[in-house]
C-alpha cells in the first residue's frame, strides 16, 4: 500500500511537471471508472469549448483517500493542483488551513447562495467565504439489481428488511452471489451508512454519528446494525476482498450478482454499459430508509495559487455550477444536480427518484450526511469508524465488542 502511494506521489509531481501550462487547469479527483471517466469528459469538454485546457491528474480509490494522500504531498511541496476534488469536512479541513481561494466574486455574480442547497453550503462557505464549487449530490443508501436476476428469481423488490433477507436466500439457493462487494474500508462503511439508518432511524444517525453521543453509539441498536452487517456479509462471495467497486457493479450488471448496495455512482456504470433502469436494472433505497438520503456531494475546490483567483478558477467554477452543466453531467454521473433550480428533465427515472427524494428529505429533517463519505465527521474521527466496520466485517470480532471498540475508537479519535 505505502509502495503504491509512494509510486503515486512521484507520478503525481512528474505529470505536473511535464504537462502543466499556466493557462491550464490542473485537476486532482479520482473519477476512473468507466462511468466516471464519461462524466468528467463532460467537464473537460465544456471548458475545451471556453479555449481551457485541462491537466488531468487522476488518483484511482473511491472514497477519495488515495486522493488525498497526494493533495498533501503536492501542497507541502508547495505545488497545489488548480482545483481538486474534496468532500465534506476535508473541504473545511483545507479552508481553515488558509490553502483555498476565495470564490465571492464568482458566486455572488451568479447567486449561489440562492440555488445551492443549504446542506451543501455547510461545505462550500467557510467563513463566509465560497471555497469550493458544488459539482453534484450523491447518496449512499441506495441498492442496486440486475432485473433478469430478480425476475428469474421471483424476487420483487424488496421494501423491509425481512423481505430483503428473504430475496438474499432465494439467490443464495440459486447459485447466484446474492450481494456484490468490494472489500475496502470506503465500500464498508458506504453499505453501513443505510444500515446503520435503517436501524437506528434519522434521529440516532444523527446522535450516533454527528453529535457522537456515546450512548447511542454503543447502544442495543447499534449493536443490531452491527449483526445486519454480518448477515451482509455473509451473502458476498470469496473474493471481495480488495474489489473495486464498480468491479462489483459490473458483477450486477453481468447477471454475477444479484444486488449491490452503493452510492448511486454505481448507476454510471450501469449506464455506460448501455443498461436501462426498469428495463435491465432496478435502483431502490436500502429498506427501512426510504425516506431519508444519506448525501455526499462532489465539489472542486480552488487551490490559492498565490493571491487572486485566476482566470481559469473562476471559469472552472462558473462552469461548474451552470444549469445545463450541472444537467449534462450529472445524468451520465448517476448523481443529482447541486442546485435547487435545474429541471428533471433530461434525467432516467432513478435519477428523477433522486432529484425527488433529495427535495422531499431536505424538507422534512431527513437529509443526513454520509459517514463513509466524510460528511458526518472530520477525517480522523471517520477513519476510526473504518476501522471498526471493517474489522468487524472481517470477522475480527463479533457484534458485541464492535459496540464498544466504536465508543473506544470514536472517543480517542475526536
Ligand atoms: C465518492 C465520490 C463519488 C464516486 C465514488 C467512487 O467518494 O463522491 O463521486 O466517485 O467516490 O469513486
Same mark, same amino acid.
Given at each position: 500500500?505505502?509502495?503504491?502511494?509512494?509510486?503515486?506521489?512521484?507520478?503525481?509531481?512528474?505529470?505536473?511537471?511535464?504537462?502543466?501550462?499556466?493557462?491550464?487547469?490542473?485537476?486532482?479527483? @479520482?473519477?476512473?471508472?468507466?462511468?466516471?471517466?464519461?462524466?468528467?469528459?463532460?467537464?473537460?469538454?465544456?471548458?475545451?469549448?471556453?479555449?481551457?485546457?485541462?491537466?488531468?491528474?487522476?488518483?484511482?480509490?473511491?472514497?477519495?483517500?488515495?486522493?488525498?494522500?497526494?493533495?498533501?504531498?503536492?501542497?507541502?511541496?508547495?505545488?497545489?493542483?488548480?482545483?481538486?476534488?474534496?468532500?465534506?469536512?476535508?473541504?473545511?479541513?483545507?479552508?481553515?488551513?488558509?490553502?483555498?481561494?476565495?470564490?465571492?466574486?464568482?458566486?455572488?455574480?451568479?447567486?449561489?447562495?440562492?440555488?445551492?442547497?443549504?446542506?451543501?453550503?455547510?461545505?462550500?462557505?467557510?467563513?463566509?467565504?465560497?471555497?469550493?464549487?458544488?459539482?453534484?449530490?450523491?447518496?449512499?443508501? @441506495?441498492? @442496486?439489481?440486475?432485473?433478469?436476476?430478480?425476475?428469474?428469481?421471483?424476487?420483487?423488490?424488496?421494501?423491509?428488511?425481512?423481505?430483503?433477507?428473504?430475496?438474499?436466500?432465494?439467490?443464495?439457493?440459486?447459485?447466484?452471489?446474492?450481494?456484490?462487494?468490494?472489500?475496502?474500508?470506503?465500500?464498508?462503511?458506504?453499505?453501513?451508512?443505510?444500515?446503520?439508518?435503517? &436501524?437506528?432511524?434519522?434521529?440516532?444517525?444523527? #446522535?450516533?454519528?454527528?453529535?457522537?453521543?456515546?450512548?447511542?453509539?454503543?447502544?442495543?441498536?447499534?449493536?443490531?446494525?452491527?449483526? %445486519?452487517?454480518?448477515?451482509? %456479509?455473509?451473502?458476498?462471495?470469496?473474493?471481495?476482498?480488495? %474489489?473495486?467497486?464498480?468491479?462489483?457493479?459490473?458483477?450486477?450488471?453481468?447477471?454475477?450478482? $444479484?444486488?449491490?448496495?452503493?452510492?448511486?455512482?454505481?448507476?454510471?456504470?450501469?449506464?455506460?454499459?448501455?443498461?436501462?433502469?426498469?428495463?435491465?436494472?432496478?435502483?431502490?433505497?436500502?429498506?427501512?430508509?426510504?425516506?431519508? &438520503?444519506?448525501?455526499?456531494?462532489?465539489?472542486?475546490?480552488?487551490?490559492?495559487?498565490?493571491?487572486?483567483?485566476?482566470?481559469?478558477?473562476?471559469?472552472?467554477?462558473?462552469?461548474?455550477?451552470?444549469?445545463?452543466?450541472?444537467?449534462?453531467?450529472?445524468?451520465?454521473?448517476?448523481?443529482?444536480?447541486?442546485?435547487?433550480?435545474?429541471?428533471?428533465?433530461?434525467?432516467?427515472?432513478?435519477?428523477?427518484?433522486?432529484?425527488?427524494?433529495?427535495? #422531499?428529505?431536505?424538507?422534512?429533517?431527513?437529509?443526513? $450526511?454520509?459517514?463513509?463519505?466524510?460528511?458526518?465527521?472530520?477525517?480522523?474521527?471517520?477513519?476510526?469508524?473504518?476501522?471498526?466496520?471493517?474489522?468487524?466485517?472481517?470477522?475480527?470480532?463479533?457484534?458485541?465488542?464492535?459496540?464498544?471498540?466504536?465508543?473506544?475508537?470514536?472517543?480517542?479519535?475526536?
Amino acid at each position: 500500500m505505502r509502495k503504491f502511494l509512494k509510486a503515486n506521489i512521484a507520478m503525481a509531481i512528474m505529470v505536473t511537471a511535464v504537462t502543466a501550462q499556466a493557462e491550464d487547469v490542473e485537476v486532482l479527483h @479520482w473519477w476512473t471508472s468507466g462511468g466516471e471517466a464519461a462524466a468528467l469528459n463532460v467537464l473537460k469538454d465544456d471548458l475545451e469549448s471556453q479555449g481551457i485546457g485541462w491537466t488531468d491528474m487522476p488518483v484511482a480509490g473511491g472514497g477519495g483517500e488515495q486522493a488525498m494522500t497526494v493533495l498533501r504531498a503536492r501542497v507541502t511541496a508547495g505545488n497545489a493542483p488548480t482545483a481538486v476534488q474534496g468532500l465534506g469536512f476535508d473541504i473545511i479541513d483545507w479552508a481553515m488551513q488558509g490553502s483555498l481561494a476565495n470564490l465571492n466574486d464568482v458566486a455572488a455574480s451568479e447567486d449561489w447562495d440562492a440555488v445551492v442547497p443549504e446542506a451543501l453550503q455547510q461545505f462550500a462557505k467557510v467563513d463566509g467565504k465560497w471555497v469550493s464549487a458544488p459539482v453534484n449530490v450523491h447518496s449512499t443508501n @441506495w441498492v @442496486w439489481a440486475n432485473k433478469a436476476v430478480l425476475d428469474a428469481n421471483n424476487i420483487n423488490v424488496p421494501s423491509t428488511w425481512e423481505e430483503f433477507t428473504a430475496a438474499l436466500d432465494k439467490l443464495k439457493v440459486a447459485g447466484i452471489t446474492p450481494i456484490a462487494h468490494g472489500g475496502q474500508p470506503w465500500q464498508e462503511v458506504t453499505v453501513f451508512d443505510g444500515v446503520a439508518m435503517s &436501524v437506528l432511524g434519522p434521529d440516532r444517525y444523527k #446522535a450516533a454519528f454527528i453529535d457522537l453521543d456515546e450512548s447511542v453509539l454503543g447502544g442495543d441498536d447499534m449493536k443490531a446494525a452491527f449483526d %445486519r452487517m454480518a448477515v451482509i %456479509r455473509s451473502n458476498v462471495d470469496d473474493n471481495f476482498s480488495g %474489489r473495486d467497486w464498480n468491479l462489483a457493479t459490473a458483477m450486477v450488471i453481468n447477471g454475477e450478482a $444479484g444486488f449491490q448496495m452503493m452510492g448511486d455512482w454505481a448507476k454510471g456504470e450501469f449506464l455506460n454499459a448501455d443498461k436501462v433502469p426498469g428495463k435491465d436494472f432496478e435502483c431502490f433505497r436500502f429498506p427501512g430508509t426510504t425516506e431519508q &438520503v444519506i448525501f455526499n456531494a462532489d465539489q472542486f475546490m480552488m487551490f490559492d495559487q498565490g493571491g487572486k483567483v485566476s482566470a481559469e478558477q473562476a471559469a472552472l467554477a462558473s462552469a461548474i455550477l451552470s444549469p445545463s452543466f450541472q444537467s449534462a453531467f450529472n445524468v451520465v454521473k448517476g448523481s443529482v444536480p447541486a442546485r435547487t433550480d435545474v429541471s428533471d428533465e433530461a434525467f432516467d427515472a432513478c435519477g428523477k427518484k433522486g432529484i425527488a427524494d433529495l427535495a #422531499a428529505a431536505a424538507k422534512s429533517g431527513n437529509l443526513y $450526511g454520509s459517514v463513509a463519505h466524510g460528511h458526518a465527521n472530520p477525517a480522523a474521527v471517520k477513519n476510526a469508524i473504518y476501522d471498526v466496520v471493517t474489522a468487524h466485517f472481517n470477522g475480527e470480532y463479533d457484534s458485541a465488542t464492535a459496540v464498544v471498540e466504536l465508543v473506544d475508537a470514536v472517543s480517542i479519535a475526536k
